[in-house]
Nanobody, 125 residues
Framework: QVQLVESGGGLVQPGGSLRLSCAASGSGFYIHVMGWYRQAPGRQRELVAAITSGGTTNYADSVKGRFAISRDDAKNTVYLQMNALKPEDTAVYYC???????????????????WGKGTLVTVSS
């Protein structure tokens, strides 16, 4: 059993910065991919950024150059550094992870999807 807990959300002015954290807790697991999704009122949930165990990253076009995702394997934690925030970034941000029991031995691997409860980011003056 794995639990994801997000933190770092809050109110920030346009142009400001914020850093979100997501920590995975439990035992006997391996994190294949961790990332961040967001959902604004009346909008579909969308992928913001993701990072694999190998360090490959992926970003939504709307946040490229402004957001940066990173991880700390020792802490089983992923971070999302958000700079030059815009009102359009206002949303509930959800941490997500694909987690298995061991590292992959080839191009295929198995696991389960896990989701955090979300943290609210509000960008407003």
């Amino acid at each position: 059993q794995v639990q994801l807990v997000e933190s770092g959300g809050g109110l920030v002015q346009p142009g400001g910065s914020l850093r979100l954290s997501c920590a995975a807790s439990g035992s006997g697991f391996y994190i294949h991919v961790m990332g961040w999704y967001r959902q604004a009122p009346g909008r579909q949930r969308e992928l913001v950024a993701a990072i694999t165990s190998g360090g490959t990253t992926n970003y939504a076009d709307s946040v490229k150059g402004r957001f940066a995702i990173s991880r700390d394997d020792a802490k089983n934690t992923v971070y999302l550094q958000m700079n030059a925030l815009k009102p359009e970034d206002t949303a509930v941000y959800y941490c997500s992870a694909y987690i298995g029991s061991s590292p992959p031995e080839g191009p295929y691997y198995s696991g389960l999807d896990y989701w955090g409860k979300g943290t609210l980011v509000t960008v407003s003056s």
